[in-house]
């Protein structure tokens, strides 16, 4: 079956409906980019990208009777979003774009042509079109055949391409995770050359980048391709400095090859197949406080004390730098916060109290957190792994049964904060915080113990903090 034939059997009427409709008004449609690229590879969805010679102000005359509802936030960049049943397009006037060296934002300049905009686009894969309504196949860049082979080249010389848009450097890493295609090596070189240049792209669009990276199905191989072409010391700092020095007299970990191994095993107990964005953050990022934490001891031993809060710190940091919504910075972080936790259970010494904290700590985050400590064991001891994932698994039925008997995930004083008001006769005010604070205490030392007993134990806990 030839391509055209192929991909006229696959694009959606809807797609076909709308080039009739710019047709008849005079101007041209096409199918492009990543839409034609995911449907050559068999992996299309309800999302469409399209290009034409009408600017965005025609666009939205000719759609605005036949969709169902528009959007309109990239339009200054030449875009107008659609959505059309349970399809969404987002139509895109022909242009070309570039950055001034001294500028975050790319300039958008519209074009005249279908093949002048293809020659803009980041690489030959999304430089293949397909003209609407009458599906003529156009690639001029020889993107069928890299895609039979699996192969990411720019559709002009790397320099260039990277040049106009450094996002693209970017790109191609995101490409080999999601894709697992290899970088031509030309392309590779440029990357490495010109590592400096994506400085000048926001850190909005850099986060958009890495987080699609990591969130795909082989995040290893794009995160590999960072760090060796120097463009992770720009964006993502914290990862090559992971590459400790190892010498004979001081033997360890090599606690970057560590890191992917624990990003990937975080990565095999995601449910249903989806992505889980904060696991593998806290995966990437859980061992980044080592390099400042690192000491030689005696004995040719290496410490990393108290690297998990430091890396929580610089997890905060990096990713606040980065733009990443509040809360995700914050369950990330926490989750590094709290990796070495279980460490400390030993063979299950851990008091029931002990356990109560460890859940309260966690929070919601628990179940991320038992997945991140379970990754966590690269050791190619199998005993010592056994040992472990069995004191885990002791761990967790300890959680399960204090969970049946005392609701713990919903771990709060026996005494709401109107009790202890009325018990000791006060209105709102900091007493009653400390008191209710004493009384979570209580509750995670001792368990269920009652309204009467909470009752006697707060009335002699203010009998001894009192004058």
Not at 77 to 104: A, M, N
Not at 111 to 130: Q, S
Request: net charge negative; charged share 30%; glycine share 8%.
């Amino acid at each position: 079956m030839s391509d055209s034939i192929e991909i006229s059997r696959k694009i959606a009427p809807v797609a076909n409906e709308l080039g009739e409709l710019f047709a008849a008004r005079g101007h041209e449609l096409a199918l492009v980019g990543g839409s034609v690229r995911d449907i050559l590879l068999g992996r299309a969805g309800n999302d469409l990208d399209l290009t034409t010679d009408a600017r965005p102000e025609r666009v939205l005359e000719i759609v605005r009777d036949w969709a169902d509802s528009v959007w309109t936030i990239g339009i200054d960049f030449g875009t107008v979003g659609v959505r059309k049943g349970g399809w969404l397009l987002e139509i895109t006037t022909y242009r070309s774009e570039s950055y001034d060296p001294k500028s975050r934002k790319p300039e958008v300049m519209y074009g005249d042509t279908l093949e002048a905009d293809l020659e803009r686009r980041d690489f030959a894969i999304n430089a293949m079109a397909v003209r609407l309504p009458g599906h003529e196949f156009v690639d001029p860049y020889g993107g069928r055949r890299d895609l039979a082979a699996r192969m990411l080249r720019t559709p002009g010389t790397p320099e260039q391409s990277f040049d106009d848009d450094p996002l693209r450097m970017l790109r191609a890493a995101r490409f080999a995770s999601q894709l697992g295609f290899a970088v031509a090596p030309e392309a590779v070189a440029a990357m490495t050359a010109m590592s400096e240049r994506i400085e000048i792209v926001s850190a909005e669009r850099i986060r958009d980048e890495l987080d699609k990276l990591v969130c795909g199905a082989n995040p290893r191989e794009g995160l590999r391709l960072l760090v060796e072409t120097g463009l992770a010391a720009h964006v993502l700092p914290e990862l090559p400095r992971l590459r400790l020095e190892i010498d004979e007299h001081h033997r360890h970990k090599d606690v970057y090859e560590h890191t992917l191994i624990v990003l990937e095993q975080a990565i095999a107990q995601e449910e249903d197949g989806k992505p889980d964005r904060i696991l593998r953050w806290a995966a990437l990022m859980h061992d980044v406080g080592k390099p400042k934490t690192r000491r030689h001891e005696p004995g040719g031993r290496v410490s990393f004390h108290h690297h998990e809060v430091v890396g929580a710190q610089l997890t905060k940091k990096r990713m606040a730098e980065l733009k990443f919504p509040k809360d995700v910075v914050s369950d990330v972080s926490r989750l590094v916060e709290l990796h070495l936790r279980f460490h400390g259970y030993g063979t299950g010494e851990w008091t029931d109290s002990a356990v109560r904290r460890y859940v309260r700590d966690a929070g919601p985050l628990l179940d991320r957190l038992h997945k991140l400590t379970r990754a966590d064991c690269t050791t190619r001891n199998k005993r010592k792994a056994q040992a472990l994932s069995r004191t885990y698994d002791q761990l967790e039925e300890r959680i399960e049964r204090l969970a049946e008997e005392e609701e713990l995930a919903k771990i709060r004083p026996e005494l709401d904060g109107n009790e202890i008001q009325r018990i000791l006769g006060v209105g709102p005010g900091p007493m009653v915080g400390k008191a209710y604070k004493f009384l979570l205490e209580l509750r995670l030392d001792k368990g269920v113990i009652g309204k009467e007993a909470a009752t006697e134990a707060l009335l002699e806990w203010v009998g001894e903090s009192r004058p």
